[in-house]
């Protein structure tokens, strides 16, 4: 159990466009689902964190009116990379905090969207 | 912002010698420690775990160790194979249950067969 799924696995789109990417969890509810940032040889950078039926919370440095987060329900959060420029290039993950369970963090993760913008 | 140019600390170890990965994390206060595997191109996946109130934790062939007063954790692959290839990261949990991960930077496995 714990499945998390990310749609689309991999994307290419040009400058200027915008690019949804959706993550699920598959199997269990998540009231919360963080979204990260990897760029090559590098560490997870937490983006955003997101919780059902509220704002997200965006790390410092994150732009929120670029990168749109939307958690309707308790197994989809979608994120949105507007207006997408060759340096929002980076491999998107997004992890889901099971609801009602542990009373420490635990996170499942997504296998990852690798976005590529031309 | 990120940081550009890092290169991985990387491990080369050979075929069913141990392993040994290194972590240093930030607070004091975090209450919770988490050991991932990443594959290239993949999201990364779940190893073994720690709380605060141990010093010590082992899995099936992993053993995590802990060491608050110096604020290390270290993961021992037993027997490495070379399906064991791959970056680690490790994850401290700030913030207690509704807090989030902040992630080291991670460290290159390379089995040599």
């Known amino acids: 159990g714990a499945v998390v799924s990310q749609h689309p696995s991999w994307v290419i789109c040009k400058s200027g466009t915008s690019v949804k990417i959706e993550c699920r969890s598959l199997d269990f509810q998540a009231t919360t689902m963080f979204w990260y940032r990897q760029f090559p040889k590098q560490s997870l950078m937490l983006m955003a964190t997101s919780n059902e039926g509220s704002k997200a919370t965006y790390e410092q440095g994150v732009e929120k009116d670029k990168f749109l987060i939307n958690h309707a329900s308790l197994t989809l959060s979608t994120l949105t990379v507007t207006s997408a420029h060759p340096e929002d290039s980076s491999f998107y993950i997004c992890?889901?905090?099971?609801?009602?369970?542990?009373?420490?963090?635990?996170?499942?993760f997504g296998p990852g969207t690798r976005l590529t913008v031309l | 912002g990120e940081s550009v140019g890092l290169h991985l600390p990387t491990l080369s170890v050979q075929e069913g010698d141990n392993s040994i990965i290194n972590c240093a994390y930030s607070n004091s206060a975090s209450d919770y420690f988490i050991w991932y595997k990443q594959e290239s191109g993949k999201g990364p996946q779940f190893i073994i775990d720690i709380r605060s109130n141990m010093d010590k934790r082992q899995g099936q062939r992993v053993t995590v160790l802990l060491n608050k007063t110096v604020k290390h954790l270290s993961l021992q692959i037993a027997a490495t194979q070379p399906g064991d290839s791959a970056v680690y990261f490790c994850?401290?949990?700030?913030?207690?249950?509704?807090?989030?991960?902040?992630f080291g930077k991670g460290t290159k496995l390379s089995v040599k067969p």
């Open positions: 992890s889901a905090r099971r609801y009602g369970r542990s009373s420490y963090n635990e996170q499942f």
């Open positions: 994850a401290e949990n700030y913030g207690g249950s509704q807090g989030n991960l902040i």
